[in-house]
């Protein structure tokens, strides 16, 4: 009996861990025609594989349950592969990686990690460089979720 209550508890375990919700990341693509038609903004995340801060922000603050919810239902969640070779469109141009995301800066880019907020409605962004704890990015995921409210 013991063994079927420890099985039990080990299987009921391993699916709620399975199950956890996740955010929904888009390619830009995706984003950028999602952003446009249901009028959100976007929530770019910029990062770079080999980043070891990228990492432990994508794991811990993206694990959050709180930013998980909030960046799903407000947000068009888009993760970018800073060194990604590849084309982008924006506004009928075609951008490198770098070149997008310093357009849409305004030049202002500095570094990974770093969390753009886009809102293709107003042609607007604000950047936020730097690791965030999840504590610290879910009033940023408040104040930039107005954006679509302007």
């Known amino acids: 009996m013991k063994k079927l209550i420890l099985f039990g508890l080990i299987v009921l375990t391993t699916a709620s861990f399975s199950f956890a919700e996740k955010i929904k990341w888009y390619s830009w693509e995706e984003a950028i025609k999602m952003a446009k038609k249901e009028n959100k903004p976007m929530m770019v995340f910029v990062y770079a594989p080999w980043c070891h801060v990228c990492k432990k922000m994508n794991d811990k603050t993206f694990g959050s349950a709180d930013v998980i919810t909030?960046?799903?239902?407000?947000?068009?969640?888009?993760?970018?592969?800073?060194?990604?070779?590849?084309i982008y469109t924006y506004n009928g141009k075609e951008y490198s990686g770098m070149e997008l995301i310093s357009k849409l800066s305004d030049n202002q880019f500095r570094g990974i990690p770093s969390t753009m907020f886009y809102s293709p409605a107003q042609d607007q962004s604000y950047l936020e460089v730097g690791y965030k704890k999840a504590d610290k990015f879910i009033p940023l995921l408040a104040k930039y979720g107005e954006m679509k409210k302007e």
């Open 70 to 86: 909030t960046a799903n239902k407000d947000f068009i969640p888009v993760k970018f592969d800073i060194e990604k070779e590849g």
